[in-house]
């Protein structure tokens, strides 16, 4: 077709109707993409608002925005708004916790709160941690308290009446008696009431309780623990100037010694005995039981000692009249004579078993309460490492030790390593020739710019003298380190003083880096890896800890001579500390010699312990050398110094004990009791001590993990006999 029809047709088409067509075609189409625009602005609009929400509650802050237009956006938005306000009580949940406050609560939480019940969870187990340091400390206060009642050497009605008494106190009861067997002449046995506290008048008719005999005679023959939780009203009843009432828990606790019952301790409460309280008052049966042993036995020496008196007074009265017929009475004198030697013969060896009886004694005694201190120090290290501060503490340490030495300049440096030396000049290498050892500064002195610089700031610039270093919370030098320090060292050393050690240490994991010490000797800074102690049995101990995977690992390693304590004996106990699933540092506590001869010699009141003149309880290792101090070096030491000459030590080694107080790792103990109890055998002996005298002796293994220690219990004889010899 040619242009021009076409250009005809088109023209002749557009009628009318047809233009009016068109105009709304082009209406309604243009209507539509502003509405399409208009929608999709709303659209984006709310996007972005949900947007902003959401990055609100990613960065923390308040889950807020501008209000939204579209249906489906706003119920996404009122999702987002109940997330943010139980991460917000989620928040202020955490806030309690780590302020302590252990009664929070986190509110109503539903099945699907992941978060919500992990929190719920750390605070139950912060909870329990709490109560069981608390029932730890509970029990360990309350046997010091009753070590003093058993050691006041009163008589048994006495003592039984402040055992009761103080028992009744310390777990609470309402009621509590002592019955101790007895064996009358005909040797029938019965449980004799010896002490009661709080019981009404009618009680005390019952002052006999034959074997089998109701609920305490039970308790006796079968040598068991009862716990009554349902006692009925006509058992006990108490009464007080308010009225009368009746105890609905009753507690049966045997005297045991060897598996012998010597007795019953009988308790009474309204409310009921928690366990660990059961088991205190059976650790405190125990104790009883060898006291009460103890008493028999010493009453049983002083008849002995009676009747033999009487016996030696009536012999001397017939030898007066056998001088005036000595030769019509030869033969008669001489008879008497064998029964007078057969008689002291016969008394020696029953006074041998007594004093055996008693030395075993004491020593069992001395040995579980050594075994139960070292018990409560791994409690307590393992404790303390779960502490989350702990934790907190040794990341804040180890970031703030690297950064100590990308900050020390080559000058500052070099200052540092001059000071730090003159101290060691001074200081430190005066007292290592006090201690009898020879030494150079240059093979202690570090070369970690960190170690130099964190002992430059707390041992060499410290103002604090020697021996108190842990006295400077802050070095003012402004650094991380100084503020991390001035943060935790307060804790740690409040800790440290409570419980007595000697050192508490923080090791990074990774370098071996002592990145934290509470006294600050000359091993603060160094690694145990790689640094002049790498070593010793402190780095052995440390390396054990890195290098185990268990996250409940505990070891204890022996004494031995520590340069940085000025070769004094040194023992520590190790255990790592994590943070989730991370190891994030090594615990380690220096143990307390001073604890350890605490325990073994009563606080110096060997007499008190009923060890005599002469006596002592002492440790000693499978190197056959002490690990305890020796009693002598206590009480007389010049006298103990020369018979450490008479026995073969050199002048160096007597001068060595002479300075440093003690003779641990220095003598050596080869006695033929130490070699029975290192083989595992407990029992008595009697033979020359390591002067030659004539000793009796008490033996047993300790059971202390990680380590092959015996203790030994010792008295001369001629002390143990002088009654005796005294008679003949």
Not at 16 to 42: D, E, K, N, S
Not at 181 to 194: H, K, N, R
Not at 538 to 562: C, G, H, N
Not at 716 to 725: D, G, K, L, T, W
Request: aromatic residues 8%.
């Amino acid at each position: 077709m040619s242009t021009a029809c076409t250009v005809w047709y088109f023209r002749a088409s557009l009628s009318t109707p047809a233009i009016v067509c068109w105009l709304l075609f082009l209406t309604i189409a243009l209507a539509a993409m502003v509405g399409g625009v208009v929608y999709i602005q709303r659209l984006a609009g709310d996007l972005t608002a949900v947007q902003a929400t959401a990055q609100g509650l990613a960065t923390g802050e308040a889950a807020s925005g501008p209000p939204l237009q579209m249906s489906l956006f706003q119920r996404l938005a009122a999702s987002l708004q109940v997330v943010d306000e139980r991460l917000a009580q989620h928040t202020a949940f955490a806030g309690q916790l780590s302020t302590g406050n252990m009664e929070a609560l986190a509110g109503q939480l539903q099945t699907t709160d992941a978060l919500g019940l992990a929190l719920q969870t750390i605070r139950d187990n912060l909870v329990a941690n709490r109560r069981e340091d608390e029932q730890r400390l509970w029990a360990t206060e309350g046997l010091s308290r009753f070590v003093e009642v058993l050691r006041a050497g009163k008589d048994l009605p006495a003592l039984c009446h402040d055992v009761v008494v103080n028992l009744v106190r310390t777990v609470h009861a309402a009621q509590g008696a002592i019955f101790v067997a007895d064996t009358d002449a005909a040797g029938q046995v019965s449980l004799v009431l010896q002490a009661c506290y709080a019981y009404s008048r009618t009680k005390h008719l019952t002052q006999q309780i034959a074997p089998g005999e109701g609920i305490i005679g039970e308790a006796y023959l079968e040598g068991t623990t009862i716990h009554l939780t349902d006692v009925p009203d006509s058992f006990v009843r108490i009464t007080s100037g308010l009225g009368e009432a009746n105890p609905r828990h009753i507690l049966l606790v045997p005297l045991k010694m060897n598996e012998t019952v010597v007795g019953i301790i009988e308790l009474a409460s309204f409310t009921p005995f928690r366990p660990y309280e059961i088991v205190f008052t059976e650790k405190i049966g125990e104790n009883v039981a060898h006291t009460v042993s103890t008493f028999r036995t010493a009453e049983t020496t002083r008849r002995l000692l009676g009747e033999s008196q009487q016996q030696a007074e009536h012999m001397r009265s017939q030898e007066e009249e056998l001088r005036q017929n000595q030769e019509e009475l030869q033969a008669t004198q001489e008879e008497i004579s064998r029964k007078y030697n057969l008689l002291f013969q016969q008394l020696t060896e029953l006074n041998h078993g007594s004093r055996f009886e008693q030395l075993r004694s004491i020593n069992a005694t001395k040995k579980r309460n050594i075994e139960y201190y070292f018990d409560i120090i791994r409690n307590q290290i393992l404790t303390f490492a779960e502490d989350k501060m702990m934790v907190e503490a040794v990341q804040a340490f180890r970031q703030a030790f690297d950064q100590i030495a990308s900050a020390v300049g080559a000058e500052q440096l070099a200052a540092f390593r001059e000071s730090v030396h003159s101290y060691y000049h001074q200081e430190f290498i005066p007292r290592v020739n006090d201690a009898g050892q020879q030494a150079d500064a240059g093979n202690f002195l570090p070369e970690d710019a960190a170690a130099l610089g964190l002992q430059q700031l707390y041992i060499a610039a410290n103002p604090h003298p020697t021996g108190q270093k842990s006295r400077l919370h802050d070095a003012g030098d402004g650094s991380m380190y100084s503020r991390v320090h001035a943060t935790y060292h307060s804790v740690i050393l409040n800790y440290l003083e409570k419980f007595g050690y000697y050192d508490i240490f923080l090791i990074d994991p990774v370098s071996g880096n002592i990145v934290y010490s509470v006294f600050k000797e000359v091993d603060f800074g160094t690694s145990l890896l790689t640094g002049p102690y790498s070593k010793t049995n402190f780095a052995r101990v440390v390396q054990q800890a890195i290098a185990s995977p268990k996250r409940d690992f505990v070891r204890l390693i022996d004494f031995e001579s520590y340069a940085p304590s000025y070769y004094a004996p040194a023992s520590f106990i190790a255990c790592p500390l994590y943070d989730g699933v991370i190891k994030a540092g090594i615990l380690v506590f220096q143990m307390p010699i001073n604890k350890i001869n605490q325990i073994l010699t009563g606080d110096n009141s060997w007499r008190d312990d009923g060890l005599g003149q002469t006596g002592e309880t002492f440790i000693v290792g499978e190197d056959f050398k002490a690990r305890s101090i020796a009693r002598g070096l206590i009480e007389h030491a010049d006298d103990y110094l020369d018979s450490l000459h008479k026995a073969g030590y050199g002048d160096a080694v007597v001068r060595q004990v002479q300075r440093t107080g003690t003779n641990i790792l220095v003598e050596q103990l080869k006695l033929d009791a130490v070699r029975q109890s290192l083989q595992g055998a407990t029992g008595t002996y009697r033979g020359p001590d390591t002067r030659g005298a004539d000793t009796l002796f008490a033996y047993a293994p300790l059971k202390i993990p990680d380590v092959h220690w015996v203790i030994v219990s010792a008295m001369q004889e001629a002390e143990a006999s002088e009654r005796i010899n005294s008679l003949r």
